[in-house]
């Protein structure tokens, strides 16, 4: 192929193996595209390709991707609106037959296997570091571990108590994002050896930070969660190696979190008898 394809907000390059898009910016460009700015998705990662008409005299291009082939569609996991939609093209509708034309040459290029789930991600994440507010803490990703610190202004008291957080890789089995668009949106961290905390309520669950009004957009919190799934899934050690990294806690971290214990306890939130007790705990895990 290697011809081009221009819609709105977007543009799609054939090359041999793969499709580059190219996201426009602009103040009607969604800002998850103008965050994501271009993609490429190889043949191998895609399941189908359709044309349907869409709004307003247009049609829409989507190339369906494979399961298991794209860590943000992953961790999306169907909730992005059409709008937001990456594998969606939206052209004039004077541009069907030139769209149909390159939806034939797509199908053409399908792997034989389009139908199962990809055995690995086909399609790169956003690189970090990266970072997002959200409601009760700030989100940072360094490309090794996920931390999480806490803001006096928003998170609970549970949070406070436990200290800011931070989970090497592997200490981590994936990644659950709710979206912000919607009510009770969070991004919760998945551990490797539960502890139950994945059935705690996430305002509650230190291994998760929520959302709100303005916390934690689509465009900054999506393409961090999809760094994160990436990196977990590439990077997982075998797992003997990870239980010895899980058994030992970073001498920092557990300073951080005892710091923060004092300030419970000389604000009255904690008792003398807390204070003392969970101090003793975080410094056996030295």
């Given at each position: 192929m290697g011809d081009v394809l221009a819609g709105i907000q977007a543009t799609w390059e054939f090359e041999t193996d793969s499709v580059l898009i190219r996201f426009?910016?602009?103040?009607?460009?969604?800002?998850?595209?103008s965050a994501l700015r271009e993609r490429r998705i190889p043949h191998e990662a895609l399941a189908g390709v359709t044309l349907s008409p869409g709004k307003r005299?247009?049609?829409?291009?989507?190339?369906?991707?494979?399961?298991?082939?794209?860590?943000?569609?992953?961790?999306?996991?169907?909730?992005?609106?059409?709008?937001?939609?990456?594998?969606?093209?939206?052209l004039p509708a004077e541009r069907e037959t030139l769209a149909e034309y390159y939806a034939d040459e797509l199908r053409a290029a399908l792997p034989g296997d389009a139908d199962s789930p990809a055995d690995r991600y086909l399609v790169a994440a956003p690189e970090g570091p990266l970072g997002f507010k959200a409601y009760d803490g700030k989100a940072s990703f360094d490309g090794s571990k996920v931390s999480f610190r806490w803001f006096w202004t928003g998170a609970s008291t549970a949070k406070w108590?436990?200290?800011?957080q931070s989970f090497p890789l592997a200490e981590l089995s994936g990644v659950e994002w709710r979206s912000p668009e919607i009510l009770e949106g969070y991004l919760r961290l998945l551990r490797r050896?539960?502890?139950?905390?994945?059935a705690t309520q996430p305002d509650q669950d230190p291994a998760?930070?929520?959302?709100?009004?303005?916390?934690?957009?689509?465009?900054?919190?999506?393409p961090f969660a999809a760094a994160v799934l990436q990196a977990v899934r590439t990077h997982a050690p075998a797992p003997a190696l990870a239980?010895?990294?899980?058994?030992?806690?970073?001498?920092?971290?557990?300073?951080?979190?005892?710091?923060?214990?004092g300030d419970l306890h000389g604000a009255g939130l904690v008792t003398d008898e807390e204070f003392h007790l969970k101090k003793a705990e975080l410094l056996a895990e030295l």
């Amino acid at each position: 192929m290697g011809d081009v394809l221009a819609g709105i907000q977007a543009t799609w390059e054939f090359e041999t193996d793969s499709v580059l898009i190219r996201f426009e910016r602009g103040i009607r460009t969604p800002k998850l595209f103008s965050a994501l700015r271009e993609r490429r998705i190889p043949h191998e990662a895609l399941a189908g390709v359709t044309l349907s008409p869409g709004k307003r005299g247009t049609v829409v291009l989507r190339a369906e991707p494979r399961p298991g082939a794209d860590p943000l569609m992953e961790a999306a996991a169907g909730q992005l609106k059409d709008t937001s939609d990456p594998y969606r093209l939206v052209l004039p509708a004077e541009r069907e037959t030139l769209a149909e034309y390159y939806a034939d040459e797509l199908r053409a290029a399908l792997p034989g296997d389009a139908d199962s789930p990809a055995d690995r991600y086909l399609v790169a994440a956003p690189e970090g570091p990266l970072g997002f507010k959200a409601y009760d803490g700030k989100a940072s990703f360094d490309g090794s571990k996920v931390s999480f610190r806490w803001f006096w202004t928003g998170a609970s008291t549970a949070k406070w108590k436990a200290g800011d957080q931070s989970f090497p890789l592997a200490e981590l089995s994936g990644v659950e994002w709710r979206s912000p668009e919607i009510l009770e949106g969070y991004l919760r961290l998945l551990r490797r050896d539960p502890d139950g905390s994945g059935a705690t309520q996430p305002d509650q669950d230190p291994a998760a930070v929520v959302f709100g009004l303005g916390y934690g957009p689509v465009h900054e919190s999506l393409p961090f969660a999809a760094a994160v799934l990436q990196a977990v899934r590439t990077h997982a050690p075998a797992p003997a190696l990870a239980a010895a990294r899980a058994s030992r806690r970073d001498p920092a971290d557990i300073a951080d979190r005892i710091r923060h214990l004092g300030d419970l306890h000389g604000a009255g939130l904690v008792t003398d008898e807390e204070f003392h007790l969970k101090k003793a705990e975080l410094l056996a895990e030295l």
